[in-house]
């Protein structure tokens, strides 16, 4: 049964991207060895877009949500990131965007729509899951 989704950024600075995401975004992590960092994020959601070239079909995106961008934006720029645009609101969402080292370009937003919340015997079964496997 999935579980979750593993998202991964390729970058020709990795080293400084792991620093960037414990750091700044503070995301906790385990250590898997060689500093090969495993961030932690409290939940996911997963969306399939259409397009007609532009972007092309096989794109893939990574995005962070919020509850408050302006707090949110406020918050990551006393840390030092460096947003791309001003927030804008795109119909689904207030959206920026900031980029990370290596080039890597994420989209920061605030959701309109209303996120389904995990329920807690779903959180407690996958905390009991994660015991047994340490």
Not at 28 to 57: A, M, N, R
């Amino acid at each position: 049964m999935i579980q979750d989704v593993h998202a991964m950024f390729y970058s020709s600075k990795a080293e400084e991207l792991r620093a960037f995401i414990r750091e700044k975004l503070r995301f906790p992590y385990t250590d898997v060895g060689d500093g090969w960092l495993i961030f932690d994020v409290p939940e996911g959601d997963v969306g399939c877009h259409p397009t007609e070239g532009d972007p092309p079909s096989g794109t893939h995106d990574i995005s962070f949500y919020c509850d408050d961008i302006s707090k949110t934006v406020a918050d990551l720029q006393s840390r030092g990131v460096v947003f791309d645009q001003p927030v804008a609101d795109h119909g689904y969402g207030f959206v920026t965007h900031f980029t990370m080292p290596g080039g890597v370009r994420v989209q920061l937003y605030q959701p309109k729509y209303v996120k389904r919340a995990r329920k807690p015997a779903a959180r407690a079964s996958k905390s009991a899951a994660k015991g047994k496997r340490k």
